[in-house]
Nanobody, 123 residues
């Protein structure tokens, strides 16, 4: 099971980043995917999720209107487009594969996790 997250970096407040998560084929198809983040000193929290075919999404309140999750089934990749970034978005972002096909915000419903990519938003 391999999930490889990338795309993090340093960006100024108000800027944008796009995170990518490449998955091996057998663990991607048919499963929901999600993005979570963990800021220094805080617990990991839900950011966004997408169902197995991209037809349904879910967002944390903090991400609504600014972040967009999508998936490319041909490339076995899920994306998180982050716009209007804020300092409080600074965190390590993790992609994960759900144990079911739907878009879920529940961490316990994810069975595979990537290694994380650091997003730092400066003021």
């Amino acid at each position: 099971v391999q999930l490889q997250a990338s795309g993090g970096g340093l960006v100024q407040a108000g800027g944008s980043l796009r995170l990518s998560c490449a998955a091996s084929g057998r663990i991607f198809s048919g499963y929901g995917m999600g993005w979570f983040r963990q800021a220094p000193g805080k617990e990991r929290e839900f950011v966004a999720a997408i169902n197995y075919n991209g037809g349904s999404t879910d967002y944390a309140d903090s991400a609504k209107g600014r972040f967009t999750i999508s998936r490319d089934r041909a490339k076995n990749t899920v994306y998180l487009q982050m716009n209007s970034l804020k300092v409080e978005d600074t965190a390590v972002y993790y992609c994960a594969r759900a144990t079911r096909s739907g878009a879920t915000s529940v961490q316990d419903e994810y069975g595979a996790w990537g290694q994380g990519t650091l997003v730092t938003v400066s003021s």
